[in-house]
């Protein structure tokens, strides 16, 4: 992540107390993870696995930043974040996925997130990075500010849509992109925290609809639309 500051473990403090964070994650291990990771350095204050549940709680909590996943079920983060904004507009997003795809990263900023970074992440960056979006910064890891930056100069008002794209669900889309990156399906299975049957079962609905019959196909088309 570019600029990191020194320090990046030390304590967040806003306004003479410690940071509030919420965590909106699907996956029970990852969110235990982060909390253990961060707990050192500001007050998690609550936790969320679906859209319903993030939205109430921060509603209700009223944290300073928002750790939020991208990929989940009824909307995704971004639907998270557009019921939150509408309500409580000072509370912060920061993007935190296991997706570095450009149309991710710039449908997050656009619906208003402060940053993006992905799980690969070290906890001291991660520490750093929500101190940074707590006081008004805008952070992302260096290849996704080039998205963000692309997409804004060259067509500010544009949607990113595609409709091929569109056809599949959040977790097609990440089965796809790791299946293009080379991973084995259960290397994928592991990353997602899902089982091998169900990525099997994403890797033919796949193909299926977008009406191709084999892995090397659709890698040349993840490869085309910038997913890998």
Known sequence: MA?????AAEEAV???RRLRVFLVDDHAMFRAGVRAELGAHVDVVGEASTVAEAVSRIASTEPDVVLLDVHMPEGGGRAVLEAIRRTHPHVRFLALSVSDAAEDVIGLIRSGARGYVTKT???EDLA?????????????S?????FVLDAFA???DAPVSDPELDQLTNREREVLRLLARGY???E???ELYISIKTVETHVSNVLRKLQMSSRYELSRWAADRRLV
């Open 121 to 123: 992440i070290s906890p």
């Open 3 to 7: 600029d990191q500051t020194a320090g």
């Open 128 to 140: 750093a990075a929500v101190r940074r979006v707590a006081d008004g910064d805008a952070v992302f």
């Open 14 to 16: 806003v306004a003479g």
């Open 188 to 190: 994928i299975a592991k």
């Open 154 to 156: 060259a067509r500010p």
């Open 142 to 146: 260096p290849r996704l500010a080039g």
């Open 184 to 186: 084995a399906y259960k």
